[in-house]
C-alpha cells in the first residue's frame, strides 16, 4: 500500500495548492464516475467449455477537475483519475499503455495526475503550460493530424489522456488565428511541436498545419476544412515525410440530421493511408499494440446512425470496415440517460468478413455495459 499512499498524499498536496492560490469562493470542482464493464466471447470455444469462451473485466474510474482562478489573468487546472482494475483489464480502454506486471501492487489501483497546466491570458495572446490535452485536425475517428493522441475505434470522443507541453493561442481577427505546441519529452530530440494556421472562409473554417515529431522523425503538412452546406462536412489531409517513407494519410466526412421525430442523425467518414497494408500477409499486428499505428490497411469507411426515441432513450448502430481485407466491425448500442448527470450505455462489437483480415482476426465478441455519473 506503500504506493497508494504516496499517490493519495500526492493528491491532497495539489488541491491543497490550488485551494490556496485561488481566490476564496472561485473554485470550480466538478468531475464524474465511471464503470466500464466487458466480457470477452471467444467465437471458436464451444459453449460447454464456459471457462474458457468467455473472459469478463472491469474498471472504475473517479475523475477529479479542478478550476481555480489565481488572478484575472491565471487559471491553474488539475484532474485527477482513481483507477481500480479488475478481471482481465490493466489499463483503460483507448489509453493503451504497456501492460502492468502481473502480481504488481499498481494493477490494481492506480491513481494518476492527467492534467496539471496553468493558463495564462495576456492582451494579445493566451498560453497554457504543464499537463494538457493536445489535439489537432477536425475528423471524428481517424484524426491522421492528431499524432499526440490514439485513435480509439472504440471510443472516438473518450478523454485523452494529458501530455506535457507549452501552448500558445494567437488570435489574428474575428476570424483568423495562430497557435503553436510543443511537447517535450526526455530526449530533446524527440519532442513533439507543431503550429498551426485557421481562418474562416465563405463559412469554411480552413487550417494549414505543420507538425514535427522528433521520436520518428517525421515532419506532417496538414490540411483541414470544415463547413455546412445542407450537410456537415470535413476533409483532414496529411502528407507524412521521414527518413523511411513518404504517406499521404486523407479522411473526407460528412454528417446529417434527417427531420424524424426526435432526429435520426448519421455520420460517415472514408479514410485512405498509402502507407498502409495491401493485403493481410503485409499486416505486423504488433505495431498496433506498440502504438506506432492505429490501422493496418489503405482504405477503411466508418459509419454511425444515431436515432433519440426520447429526450432520455436513444440507439446507435455503427460500422467499421477495412475495405482493403473485407473485415469489419458492427456495433448495435442502446444509451440511456437516467438524468442529466446519470447515463448507462451497453451494446457489443460484432467481427465479421475475412477471418484473417483486421477486426476479423481475433474471432472475439465484446459485450459491454457502462455507467457515468458527472457531478
Known amino acids: 500500500m506503500g504506493m497508494l499512499k504516496k499517490n493519495f498524499l500526492l493528491l491532497f498536496l495539489i488541491l491543497a495548492g490550488a485551494s490556496l492560490m485561488a481566490d476564496t469562493g472561485k473554485i470550480d470542482i466538478s468531475g464524474y464516475f465511471e464503470n466500464r464493464f466487458f466480457l470477452l466471447e471467444r467465437r471458436d470455444i464451444p459453449w ?25 489573468k491565471v487559471t ?33 489501483v492506480q491513481v494518476a495526475l492527467d492534467r496539471a497546466f496553468v493558463d495564462i491570458y495576456f492582451k494579445k495572446f493566451d498560453i497554457s503550460i504543464g499537463k494538457q490535452r493536445l489535439a489537432m485536425g477536425v475528423s471524428y475517428l481517424w484524426a491522421p493530424l492528431d499524432v499526440f493522441n490514439r485513435v480509439n475505434i472504440f471510443e472516438p470522443k473518450e478523454e ?8 500558445i493561442y494567437v488570435p489574428l481577427g474575428k476570424a483568423s488565428s495562430l497557435s503553436g505546441v510543443f511537447a517535450p519529452v526526455n530526449r530533446f530530440h524527440a519532442s513533439r511541436s507543431g503550429l498551426r494556421a485557421q481562418v474562416q472562409v465563405f463559412n469554411v473554417d480552413a487550417a494549414l498545419t505543420i507538425i514535427r515529431a522528433g521520436d ?9 476544412l470544415r463547413g455546412e452546406n445542407i450537410i456537415g462536412w470535413w476533409l483532414e489531409a496529411g502528407y507524412f515525410v521521414s527518413p523511411l517513407n513518404k504517406v499521404k494519410k486523407i479522411v473526407l466526412g460528412f454528417d446529417y440530421t434527417f427531420p424524424l421525430k426526435s432526429g ?9 493511408d498509402s502507407g498502409g497494408g495491401k493485403n493481410c500477409s503485409d499486416y505486423d499486428f504488433n505495431l498496433l499494440l506498440s502504438g506506432k499505428r492505429f490501422t493496418l490497411g489503405r482504405l477503411y469507411f466508418f459509419s454511425l446512425l ?46 465479421l468478413g475475412n477471418k484473417r483480415g483486421e477486426y476479423n482476426v481475433s474471432k472475439r465478441n465484446i459485450y459491454f455495459l457502462w455507467l457515468k455519473v458527472n457531478f
Do not use: C
Not at 485523452?160 to 501552448?167: E, L, V, Y
Not at 440517460?337 to 460484432?350: H, K, Q
Open 48 to 72: 460447454e467449455n464456459t471457462g474458457e469462451k468467455f473472459q469478463a473485466g472491469d474498471y472504475n474510474r473517479l475523475r477529479l477537475k479542478l478550476n481555480a482562478p489565481a488572478s484575472e
Open 76 to 108: 491553474v487546472n488539475l484532474a485527477v483519475d482513481l483507477f481500480t482494475f479488475h478481471g482481465f483489464m490493466t489499463s483503460p480502454l483507448g489509453t493503451y499503455g504497456a501492460p502492468v506486471p502481473p502480481g504488481t501492487e499498481t494493477d490494481k
Open 160 to 167: 485523452k489522456p494529458g501530455a506535457n507541453a507549452f501552448k
Open 216 to 224: 520518428t522523425k517525421t515532419s506532417i503538412y496538414g490540411l483541414d
Open 264 to 272: 435520426l442523425y448519421w455520420l460517415n467518414e472514408f479514410f485512405y
Open 306 to 351: 444515431r436515432y433519440a426515441f426520447s429526450d432520455f432513450l436513444s440507439a446507435s448502430l455503427g460500422y467499421i470496415g477495412n475495405w482493403g481485407d473485407g473485415s469489419y466491425l458492427i456495433y448495435p448500442s442502446l444509451q440511456y440517460e437516467i438524468s442529466r448527470a446519470v447515463l448507462i450505455s451497453s451494446g457489443l462489437y460484432i467481427p
